[in-house]
């Protein structure tokens, strides 16, 4: 097509329009692919482990695809800029005094990208990870140069600034290399004294028998007198840390837990109160509510 275009029948200046009309309509072809090929990698960056070898974090990959992105365009229109004889010198002298401007004026927009650099370096979440701030909790499916974005666990999606996601405390449950389940339970003062030592016995052999609890920490003791009963603490690790699985071992656990109340005729203690009545006999009679 760029021969044909030298044969054409039409005069210098006609011609030399039509040859920049043509190398620009190139440029910017060339320039809208590698932009959507820079995109590819921001939905998925496995293709430069595949490719190339190297491994990125989740957390880079929106930035070095938006970053990249940006370096594209700024290129073709550079070169569409100088095709046209404009004076790009000047134009990026005009940016770098405009880009100081705008940093002075959107002081707010400034530390969001320098919030996100610091999230990006530090390296508290990644895509992907279940985090928790002081007001928020979700799932993270994206950040950019300005902000995070957040899917709770309603299924809403909070878009949070990056300055002020940097200044949180971030708690990051999906890096948990274990899950936490610890209570107290309670159980009645009429419980024979072997009884309770039994159920504390095989509760405590359970836990560590059971295949899908940490062996690493277990604890399990006759704690303390409470106001309702004795106390039992049970401290112990599920190895999942996925939500659904941990729910299950617990309740699989609660399962066993009831069952060796039952076994060694065990209650549990339940919120009671005493009340003590005097009949015009002076005779003291005590009614119990629970």
Known sequence: AYLALNY??????????????????????????FYNLAGYYHIDGSGLTRWFGIELDKILVPFISKAVRILI?????????????????????????????????????AANIVGGFVIITDKPFSIGDWIQTAG??????????????????????????????????????????????????????TTPRDSLERAVTKI???LEEHPEIHKRTIFVHFDKFGEHGYEIFLYFFTKSTVWGEFLRVKEDVNFK???????????????????????????????DYQ
Do not use: C, H
Not at 9 to 22: A, C
Not at 258 to 285: H, R
């Open 8 to 33: 054409l029948p039409l005069n210098q200046g006609y011609n030399l329009l039509v040859l920049k009309l043509f190398r620009s309509a190139v440029v910017i072809l060339i320039t809208y692919g």
């Open 136 to 189: 928020l909790e979700g799932t993270v499916e994206d950040i950019n140069f300005r902000s995070t974005k957040i899917r709770t666990f309603a299924d809403a999606l909070v878009v949070v600034p990056n300055s002020t996601l940097a200044k949180e405390p971030i708690t990051n449950w999906s890096r948990m290399g274990r899950r936490r389940i610890n209570f107290n339970l309670k159980v009645t003062y």
């Open 257 to 287: 837990i009831a069952e060796i109340l039952e076994s060694e005729g065990v209650s549990v203690a339940l919120p009671s109160t005493s009340i003590y009545m005097a009949s015009q006999a002076d005779e003291t009679k005590r009614v």
């Open 73 to 109: 365009v700024f290129l073709g229109f550079t070169i569409v800029a100088g095709e046209w004889n404009f004076d790009v010198n000047g134009f990026l002298a005009g940016i770098g005094l405009g880009g100081l401007a705008f940093a002075l004026a959107a002081q707010d927009t």
């Open 204 to 206: 405590r052999t359970m």
